[in-house]
C-alpha cells in the first residue's frame, strides 16, 4: 500500500502544548519505538480520547481534550524521512489492522504539521477495533 499525502496523529491538549515546546513530534519512549500515525482520522481521534482518559485518570490537569494534529506525509517521504506501515506484532500480526497505521521511527519536526484541533470537526462517533463506526454510544 502505498502512504497518503496525509497522516493523522492523534494525542491531548497537555501534550500538544509539549511538543510545540520541542518543535517535535517525538518516538515513543514505550511500546512501538516510533511516532505513531494513521490514515484514517477517526483512528487519531480514537487513540487521542483514549490518551485523554488516562490524563483524567491520572489527575493530569483540567487541560484534558483530544487533539488531532495532520502531518504532511508527502513532504516527509520528499525529505528522506522513512515512513512504513504497520501492524503491531505484540497482538497478533493483523489483529491491529484496523488501525491502518503508519510509522515514523524517527521524531518528526513539527514543521511537518499542517493543522490542529481537528478532532472538533469529526462527528462524534466512536471508532471500534474493526474500524466500523458506531452510531450509538453506550452509556453503560
Request: hydrophobic share 40%; aromatic share 8%; proline share 5%.
Given at each position: 500500500?502505498?502512504?497518503?499525502?496525509?497522516?493523522?496523529?492523534?494525542?491531548?491538549?497537555?501534550?500538544?502544548?509539549?511538543?510545540?515546546?520541542?518543535r517535535?513530534?517525538?518516538?515513543?519512549?514505550?511500546?512501538v519505538?516510533?511516532?505513531?500515525?494513521?490514515?484514517d482520522?477517526?483512528?487519531?481521534?480514537y487513540?487521542?480520547?483514549?490518551?485523554?482518559?488516562?490524563?483524567l485518570?491520572e489527575?493530569?490537569?483540567?487541560?484534558?481534550?483530544p487533539?488531532?494534529?495532520a502531518?504532511?506525509a508527502?513532504?516527509?517521504?520528499?525529505?528522506g524521512?522513512?515512513?512504513?506501515?504497520?501492524?503491531?506484532?505484540?497482538?497478533?500480526?493483523?489483529?491491529c489492522d484496523?488501525?491502518?497505521?503508519?510509522?515514523?521511527w524517527?521524531?518528526?519536526p513539527?514543521?511537518?504539521?499542517?493543522?490542529?484541533?481537528?478532532?472538533f470537526?469529526?462527528?462524534?462517533?466512536?471508532?471500534?477495533?474493526?474500524?466500523?463506526?458506531?452510531?450509538?454510544?453506550?452509556?453503560?
Amino acid at each position: 500500500m502505498t502512504i497518503p499525502d496525509i497522516l493523522f496523529h492523534g494525542t491531548t491538549a497537555r501534550r500538544w502544548q509539549g511538543i510545540q515546546e520541542d518543535r517535535l513530534l517525538r518516538v515513543a519512549p514505550l511500546g512501538v519505538n516510533a511516532v505513531s500515525m494513521s490514515d484514517d482520522p477517526r483512528v487519531a481521534l480514537y487513540f487521542a480520547r483514549m490518551a485523554v482518559y488516562v490524563e483524567l485518570s491520572e489527575r493530569l490537569g483540567l487541560n484534558a481534550e483530544p487533539i488531532i494534529l495532520a502531518v504532511d506525509a508527502k513532504a516527509l517521504l520528499s525529505e528522506g524521512y522513512k515512513l512504513e506501515r504497520f501492524s503491531d506484532p505484540i497482538w497478533g500480526q493483523g489483529n491491529c489492522d484496523w488501525e491502518r497505521e503508519v510509522v515514523c521511527w524517527t521524531d518528526v519536526p513539527l514543521r511537518f504539521v499542517k493543522e490542529t484541533n481537528l478532532a472538533f470537526t469529526l462527528p462524534n462517533r466512536a471508532i471500534d477495533r474493526r474500524g466500523a463506526r458506531n452510531q450509538k454510544r453506550r452509556t453503560a
